[in-house]
Structure formats: C-alpha cells, structure tokens
C-alpha cells in the first residue's frame, strides 16, 4: 500500500485536535485532580483551572464577564440548552421563534420539537448566495417573538451572516438573540457585546479543542430555564461535575485561536481562493455555492453538474484526497442539503456539490493536489453521466 501521505481537507466534519492542547489536558488524567466544588487544596487546583478556561474562553468571544460562559458537552447541548431553555422560561412573554432556513440539523430539530409543543417558528430565507434575508426576519418579529435564532457562520456553505443588524431587530420587539456560532468561532473575530449577542453556542472540537465539550454565553440577566437540572454547577444552568480535563483543553484552543486567527485566517483564505479561482477556471460547468467574499477562511464549496458528490467523494478518496459531499454533519443521507435548496439551488445540482473544508494542518500543497487530481475525476465521471449532454462528456 501507498506510504503516500493524505490530504484531509473534511475539517469541518472532524478538526484534528492541536497537539498543544492535549499537553494542557494530560495533567488532568495524570496527576491533577479533585472535584473542583471541593474546598480544599485539590480542588482549588481544579477550580483555578476551570476558571482560568472560562476566561480564556469570554475574552475569545468578547464577554465581559467569565461567568457568563457555561460549559456543557458540545454544540448540541449548548443549543438545546438555549433555545429550550429560553422558550420555557419566556412562554408567558409568548410562543414565537424566528430562525433562518439554513440553519444545522441540531437547531432544526430543537424547533420541530418546540413546533410540537406550543411554538410556532418562522423561517427566514436566504438568498442566493445564503445570506439571510434581514428585512424578512424584520417582517417575521412580532409582539409575541421570545427568539431569533441565526447561525454566525454556515458549516456548509461557510456566508457569513449579518449578524448584529438580526441582534437590533430581534431587540426592537424585546426577544432575545441566539446564534450558533459553531463553525465560525475561533476562525473569525467574534464580539458578544459590540454585536449585541444574548446567547451563542460554541464548540471545542471545531476549533481544535477536544470533541464532546463546548460553551454556551449567556449575557447576564437573560431570562431561561437549566435543561440540566442537579447540583447547581455552571451558574445553576448546567449541573453537573465538569469535565475540567476537557475544558482545559477548550481553553487551551481558545487562547490559541485568539493569538493565531489573524495570521491563520489570512493563510487558509489564499488556500482556499486557490482552489476556487484554480477550479472556476480549469473545469467546466463547476461553480461556487455560497458568498464569493463573505465566507470562513477554511471553507469551498464547489458544485459540479452532471455529476454526484458522492462519486467525487470516493474518486478523490482514492487518490488520497478526503473531502465531503454536501454538508459536513449530513453526508451519509442522500437527500440534498437543505442550505443549497434554501440557496434556490435545484434538487440535482445540489446533488452535485463539495464540501472542502481546510484546517490548521492544511497546507497549500494540498490544495494543488486537490485541483490537480480533480479535472480528470470530473470528467471521468461525466464521461459515465446518463444526464450529461454529450458536448461535456
Ligand atoms: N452547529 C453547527 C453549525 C455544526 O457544524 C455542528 C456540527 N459540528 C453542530 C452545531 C453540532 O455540533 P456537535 O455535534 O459537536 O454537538
């Protein structure tokens, strides 16, 4: 078997985590430990600890307070924990919540359920470039509103969303505002305050951290209720004895991505207009879903017609090359991904589509090796459509 060595460019799947973060954890599977609510020596070790990734985590989104940040197990709960959380405490303020189409399938699927229990929720469009539509979520906002709920940054498609003109309106009729700010943070600047953000959703893995931990920021004051209910930890809103291994290493990532996202960021974005440009010009009937300038540093998404991702996916993966099909969190259903569909991109096209998502270990190398290897696959693949006219076979 080929020594060769892969190019994984499905960070947006999976982050590999930074070595420099696992050494800031091993201390707690070794000698450190404690319960960090006990008042001794070991556990103040275990509480300085804790509260030093706290603050490492407010100052990487712009919280003026450490305990405003809560830890929790990851994205999910952090959602979960927000927008239930909020709805419950809020339902005699009223039963409304604004969302935008686009949003990922662990917010989708909290408002199906708060759909069956009282809520009714609108959802904003966006246009074609994903962009959410700010004079619908205008329109959509009412009296009765108790949450607008917009993702920072699109895992897929990578648009970047107008998010403190969502915050004013969402504010103008007295709801709250949350986003999920999953797949942006840590890769470009975030400021809770200057934005006027009340609840925001974080993830460690996303952002080189350990998977299976995350942050929620709460702004002081917010009216919610605890999903997780016990001994009190976390500000009464997630108990629990912390993973204080794990959330050591969070904010460990979360001081790196601080010092590094200037520099990192602009590193990633000439990878990835590389691609794009590289590939625009060199293969036919290709283009480029989402917006040309407001994206991630890290994110490509391609489309190609008369062809399916799918096969691209394993074509590519052949050679060496690891990408994903569609969305990063939904690949392994064949249905289109609902943010093309929301993007007023049709059912086949979309089918056609390419997740390339870069991370710290990317290099430009494997950019070249991806736009290198990817004309002959298309064509190769095209050559076998049934749905190809014959002038691009
Ligand atoms: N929101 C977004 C935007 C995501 O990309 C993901 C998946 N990485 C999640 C939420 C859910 O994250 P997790 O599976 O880590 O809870």
Do not use: W
């Given at each position: 078997?080929?020594?060769?060595?892969?190019?994984?460019?499905?960070?947006?799947?999976?982050?590999?985590?930074?070595?420099?973060?696992?050494?800031?954890?091993?201390?707690?599977?070794?000698?450190?430990?404690?319960?960090?609510?006990?008042?001794?020596?070991?556990?103040?070790?275990?509480?300085?600890?804790?509260?030093?990734?706290?603050?490492?985590?407010?100052?990487?989104?712009?919280?003026?307070?450490?305990?405003?940040?809560?830890?929790?197990?990851?994205?999910?709960?952090?959602?979960?924990?927000?927008?239930?959380?909020?709805?419950?405490?809020?339902?005699?303020?009223?039963?409304?919540?604004v969302a935008s189409a686009?949003?990922?399938?662990?917010?989708?699927?909290?408002?199906?359920?708060?759909?069956?229990?009282?809520?009714?929720?609108?959802?904003?469009?966006?246009?074609?470039?994903?962009?959410?539509?700010?004079?619908?979520?205008?329109?959509?906002?009412?009296?009765?509103?108790?949450?607008?709920?917009?993702?920072?940054?699109?895992?897929?498609?990578?648009?970047?969303?107008?998010?403190?003109?969502?915050?004013?309106?969402?504010?103008?009729?007295?709801?709250?505002?949350?986003?999920?700010?999953?797949?942006?943070?840590?890769?470009?600047?975030?400021?809770?305050?200057?934005?006027?953000?009340?609840?925001?959703?974080?993830?460690?893995?996303?952002?080189?951290?350990?998977?299976?931990?995350?942050?929620?920021?709460?702004?002081?004051?917010?009216?919610?209720?605890?999903?997780?209910?016990?001994?009190?930890?976390?500000?009464?809103?997630?108990?629990?004895?912390?993973?204080?291994?794990?959330?050591?290493?969070?904010?460990?990532?979360?001081?790196?991505?601080?010092?590094?996202?200037?520099?990192?960021?602009?590193?990633?974005?000439?990878?990835?207009?590389?691609?794009?440009?590289?590939?625009?010009?060199?293969?036919?009937?290709?283009?480029?879903?989402?917006?040309?300038?407001?994206?991630?540093?890290?994110?490509?998404?391609?489309?190609?017609?008369?062809?399916?991702?799918?096969?691209?996916?394993?074509?590519?993966?052949?050679?060496?090359?690891?990408?994903?099909?569609?969305?990063?969190?939904?690949?392994?259903?064949?249905?289109?991904?609902?943010?093309?569909?929301?993007?007023?991109?049709?059912?086949?096209?979309?089918?056609?589509?390419?997740?390339?998502?870069?991370?710290?270990?990317?290099?430009?190398?494997?950019?070249?090796?991806?736009?290198?290897?990817?004309?002959?696959?298309?064509?190769?693949?095209?050559?076998?459509?049934?749905?190809a006219p014959p002038e691009?076979?």
């Amino acid at each position: 078997m080929s020594q060769e060595r892969v190019s994984y460019l499905d960070n947006a799947s999976y982050s590999p985590m930074d070595p420099r973060v696992l050494e800031a954890m091993l201390p707690f599977f070794k000698e450190s430990y404690g319960n960090p609510s006990s008042p001794h020596a070991k556990g103040s070790e275990m509480k300085a600890a804790l509260e030093g990734a706290r603050s490492k985590v407010a100052s990487l989104v712009g919280a003026e307070r450490p305990a405003e940040i809560i830890f929790t197990s990851g994205a999910t709960e952090g959602i979960n924990t927000a927008l239930r959380g909020v709805a419950a405490r809020n339902r005699d303020r009223g039963n409304h919540i604004v969302a935008s189409a686009i949003e990922h399938v662990s917010v989708r699927n909290v408002l199906k359920y708060l759909s069956k229990n009282g809520f009714e929720v609108t959802y904003v469009p966006v246009d074609s470039n994903g962009i959410v539509d700010v004079d619908a979520v205008r329109r959509a906002v009412t009296e009765k509103t108790v949450l607008v709920t917009v993702m920072y940054a699109n895992n897929e498609v990578g648009t970047i969303q107008p998010i403190k003109e969502i915050a004013e309106i969402a504010h103008s009729k007295k709801a709250y505002f949350h986003t999920d700010a999953t797949a942006a943070a840590g890769k470009i600047p975030i400021d809770v305050v200057r934005e006027g953000i009340d609840l925001m959703t974080v993830s460690s893995g996303d952002m080189g951290g350990p998977y299976g931990v995350g942050a929620l920021y709460v702004k002081r004051g917010t009216r919610m209720e605890p999903l997780i209910i016990g001994g009190g930890q976390e500000g009464g809103l997630r108990s629990g004895t912390e993973n204080v291994a794990g959330i050591a290493g969070m904010g460990m990532a979360a001081e790196l991505a601080k010092a590094e996202m200037e520099v990192e960021g602009r590193r990633l974005s000439e990878i990835r207009d590389g691609i794009i440009s590289r590939v625009l010009k060199g293969i036919p009937h290709a283009f480029l879903n989402g917006h040309p300038t407001r994206r991630l540093p890290g994110n490509v998404n391609l489309r190609f017609s008369f062809i399916e991702g799918e096969s691209l996916v394993l074509s590519l993966d052949m050679e060496g090359i690891e990408v994903s099909s569609g969305s990063a969190c939904s690949s392994k259903t064949l249905e289109p991904s609902h943010v093309l569909i929301a993007m007023g991109i049709d059912h086949a096209e979309a089918q056609g589509s390419l997740l390339i998502s870069l991370g710290r270990r990317t290099t430009k190398e494997d950019g070249i090796r991806l736009t290198d290897a990817l004309p002959n696959i298309v064509k190769g693949l095209r050559e076998m459509s049934p749905i190809a006219p014959p002038e691009v076979r």
